[in-house]
């Protein structure tokens, strides 16, 4: 079975730094994107950063220049470090695998919880 298995979430203070890591299992990691996305109440959920197979990444631009998405395909994790938090950034944030090629092979973490207040 296919698992993804999120951490790292928490308070934190405006300002402050997190870094979420998701622990995948059950797929060829290097053979999938993978993405962070966020949905905060009453929104919907949007990509937040995305990392492709071939590790180029993009992001959202209400997070460029703060958040940094990163893979270690020898340890099947992908990573979002996030510094520079604003209250904005409170949202729950889902890890997704996506295969590169095959793209109804489509997985999701659990979610992880991301508080940001004073």
């Known amino acids: 079975q296919v698992q993804l298995v999120e951490s790292g979430g928490g308070l934190v203070q405006p300002g402050g730094s997190l870094r979420l890591s998701c622990v995948v299992s059950?797929?060829?990691?290097?053979?999938?994107?993978m993405g962070w996305y966020r949905q905060a109440p009453g929104k919907q959920r949007h990509l937040v950063a995305g990392?492709?197979?071939?590790?180029?990444?993009n992001y959202a631009d209400s997070v460029k220049g703060r958040f940094t998405i990163s893979r270690d395909n020898a340890k099947n994790t992908v990573y979002l470090q996030m510094n520079s938090l604003k209250p904005e950034d409170t949202a729950v944030y889902y890890c997704?695998?996506?295969?590169?090629?095959?793209?109804?092979?489509?997985?999701w973490g659990q979610g992880t919880l991301v508080t940001v207040s004073s």
């Open positions: 059950g797929i060829i990691f290097n053979r999938y994107d």
């Open positions: 997704n695998a996506r295969h590169a090629l095959l793209r109804q092979y489509d997985y």
């Open positions: 990392i492709t197979s071939g590790s180029s990444t």
